[in-house]
């Protein structure tokens, strides 16, 4: 089964000239390329041109056994909705529900048992999908046929029932509950597997919420960090002009072109000019005095003494 899996999902090929329409700008539409792709507007296209969804490619499955093999969820729930066989067989004879089961695809399995597979299709070497689910230990999937109404007693071409193949202790306990216990046991076995699975979508969920959370932390974290770097920023900006507005208003520096009048003013010889001296030296206090004195006060110095 191994090996015709991988035949079939990697040399798909073409069907013929049904499976490959042209579009409007001749681009080639080939439904189980768009499968192997995943590509669930092409498939859609395809089937909207009415391609046959029942066809068989190069290497014997139909797009629904191609889809299940590709693990393409969305595209085997599209062509249930449009009719596809899900009874219809590889050349060795297993179903899609053989080949979900050897994936153990949960979603998928569920999906084919609700569009009606038959949950005890005889498939290669005699084998049921149960068989299949047990011998590669997928829980779930062994779970879901036993709620279905999976038979356990059934063998296969070499007189093995699904238990003797079971890989997993799990499933082993759970096929001889359901052996044992008949309706029942797959009643109760039902309730667990629901109260489980709500268990998971539960802690999904928080799982979720959790992470949701913490990106919102994240991004709030960022949103302040941002915010303080602008404050900073205008802060700056403000401190910055403030200064270029205090250099723009302070007074020059005076500047001299040439030595200042007391500084070049020579000494008096007589009162008048030492009061004249005294006024160029300081205009703004003693001049008055002096002139009023008339000749202006003398000393053995030869100049005024300024008083302190």
Known sequence: MEEEFEESRYDVGSAGPISSLPRDDDEIVDIFQAVKDNDLESVQTALDRGVDIEQTSTGGVTPLIAAVQAGAVQIVELLLQVGADVHATTRSGDTALHWAAYSGSGPMVRQLLEAGANVDAVGELGNRPLHVAASRGHDQVVGLLLTHNAHTNFKNAY????????????????????????????????GELAGAEAEAEGRA?????????????????????????????????????MERARLKGYPPAPTHTSPPAAATATRPSGGGGAAAARRGADPGGGGGQAASGGGGETSSGGGPTEET
């Not at 959790?210 to 302040?224: D, G, I, T, W």
């Open 159 to 190: 007189g093995n029932t699904a238990l003797a193949l079971a890989t997993s202790a799990r499933v082993q306990s759970w096929i001889k509950r359901v052996a044992e216990g008949g309706s029942a046991e797959r009643s109760r076995l039902a």
């Open 205 to 241: 969920a928080e799982r979720r919420a959790k992470e949701e959370a913490e990106s919102k932390v994240r991004e709030e974290r960022a949103l302040a960090a941002r915010k303080k770097r602008d404050e900073e920023d205008a802060e700056e900006d403000r401190i910055e002009e």
